[in-house]
C-alpha cells in the first residue's frame, strides 16, 4: 500500500500523480500564453492552495494575480496571491467577467449534487472571461480518490463499508460519519456531462496507457 499511496502522492515530485499534474499544468500553460498580452492576468482559483502555484513558480510572476477560493481563509506568503473565503455554487461576490481566467482542478466532482456541479459551472462561466476546469474522468478504471478499481461504480453502502470497515483504500479506514460523508460527496463526470456544463468549451483529455484518466473543460482565447 506504501507504493501505491507514493503514486498518488502530490507532494513527491518523483511520484507518478505529480507526474501527470505536471504534464496537464504544461499544458495549461500552453492555454494562458494565449492572455498573455503585457497586462496583469487575474486569475480565480476555485479551490486552489497557496502551494500548488508556488511549486510552479508563480509567486514570482508579478504580472499574474491569483485569487485563491475556498471554504476557509488561510495566510498566504506572497503579494501576488490572496486567499478569500466563498462557495463554488455562489460567486455573488463577484461581478461578471470579474476574472481573465477561472482555475479549478479537482474540486467540481466533490460538490454532492449534480446541481450543485451546475451551479459552479454557471458561475464559473459567469465570472471569468476564460476558464480551465479540470476533474478525473468517471470512466477510467481506477477510482483516484480510493485508488481502487471501478470503486465509482458500487452502491454506497458498500463504499462505506470498504472506507469504514476495511483498508484496501490507501491501507487506512476511516470513520463511518466520514466514510458517508465521502460516498456522497463524489461524483465522477463523464466526457457528455462536462460538454453539458461548458458547452462552449474545447475538452483535453489526459491519457494513460491509451485510456482518458481526466477530463479539462476549456474555453481560452486571445
Known sequence: ??????????????????????????????????????????????????????????????????????LTKFETHYPNMVSVKGDACNLSEFADNSFDLVFSN??????????NQKLMADEVQRVGKNYYIQTPYKYFFVEPHYLLPYFQFLPKKTKIFVLSKTKLSRGTKISHEEAKDQAEQIILLSKNKMKELFPEAKIYQEKFLGMTKSLTAYNIEE
Open 1 to 70: 500500500m506504501s507504493f501505491i499511496n507514493n503514486l498518488a502522492n502530490y507532494n513527491n515530485k518523483k511520484s507518478l500523480a505529480n507526474q501527470f499534474r505536471n504534464k496537464r499544468f504544461a499544458f495549461f500553460e500552453s492555454q494562458l500564453k494565449k492572455l498573455e498580452n503585457g497586462k496583469t492576468i487575474n486569475i480565480l482559483d476555485v479551490g486552489g492552495t497557496e502551494s500548488f502555484w508556488e511549486n510552479r513558480g508563480y509567486h514570482e510572476k508579478k504580472n499574474i494575480k491569483i485569487t485563491l477560493l475556498n
Open 106 to 115: 479537482s474540486v467540481i466532482e466533490h460538490l454532492y449534487t449534480s446541481e
